[in-house]
């Protein structure tokens, strides 16, 4: 008597399982993602979190302290400055130092530099070195050392409208663009002001701050934000003409 066969059908339906529940463990389904983390002294001073993004203050750039330097492979040359990130301490690879089912929103403000000796900041690593409240939310106190982490980039959902930081002298125009919703990175921006008739490209001079040349003093000032998922909103003079260096303004619109 010959073996029974097992219908094709039924071998693509395990198939498809077996490489779900895999995929699972690992956290490469539903976008969520293998790094680590760590977190960074006990100064949860918000002037001190901004880093090489350039934001003064967190919490005047509305991100509060949950927040984390990232590896230069996620920060990509500051461009991922204000995205948000949903981590999770993988507590199936590390069960004595992760707490369980426990996830953290935080927002990209800094760079992890690499040592290039193999540090965890070094390409092509995923790296979080997250403020010490972010990361006491995931994972036991006790641990001061590293952690694995599951993580997946997700929407910011901001309170208010965008902020405009106006820096710089004379003709040049530096601004801090920071509490950007969305998918919270920036990828170009366009300024104008009110006796222009076209936008002037901007160009990223560090981190959130973007430079322009062009004298735009008592006129009123209006941006058009372009963010790597490909939105793009115009904040029409959300600067009036009595703007000094040094002032912030925020939209009445915001990215979803």
């Not at 693509?12 to 539903?30: R, Y």
């Not at 509060?64 to 500051?78: E, I």
């Not at 929103?105 to 690499?114: D, G, L, R, W």
Request: net charge positive; proline share 4%; glycine share 10%.
């Amino acid at each position: 008597m010959g073996s029974a066969k097992i219908p094709s059908v039924f071998l693509l339906c395990f198939v498809f399982l077996v490489t779900v529940v895999f995929k699972g463990i690992n956290g490469q389904v539903n976008n969520w993602l293998n790094g680590h983390a760590t977190f960074y002294g006990a100064n949860q001073n918000p002037t001190t979190l901004g880093g090489a993004c350039g934001y003064d203050n967190t919490f005047h750039a509305g991100f509060g302290v949950n927040t984390a330097a990232v590896s230069g492979t996620l920060f990509r040359s500051g461009e991922a400055c204000g995205a948000c990130y949903q981590v999770m301490c993988n507590y199936r690879l590390d069960p004595k130092w992760c707490l369980p089912r426990r996830i953290m929103s935080v927002t990209a403000t800094n760079f992890c530099p690499p040592n290039n000796n193999g540090g965890w900041c070094d390409p092509p690593h995923d790296h979080f070195d997250m403020s010490m409240s972010a990361f006491f939310r995931i994972a036991r106190q006790g641990n001061e050392g590293i952690v694995p982490v599951l993580y997946k980039r997700v929407s910011c959902k901001r309170r208010g409208g965008v902020r405009f930081t106006l820096k710089g002298q004379s003709n040049f125009n530096m601004v801090m663009i920071s509490n950007v919703g969305g998918s919270g990175d920036v990828k170009a921006v366009w300024i104008t002001g009110s006796n222009l008739r076209s936008w002037v490209p901007m160009h990223r001079n560090w981190g959130a701050n973007w430079q322009s040349s062009i004298d735009l003093r008592g006129q009123k000032l209006s941006f058009k934000l372009n963010l790597v998922d490909g939105k793009t909103l115009e904040f029409s003079n959300v600067v009036p003409s009595t703007w000094k260096f040094g002032q912030t303004f925020s939209s009445q619109n915001q990215f979803y």
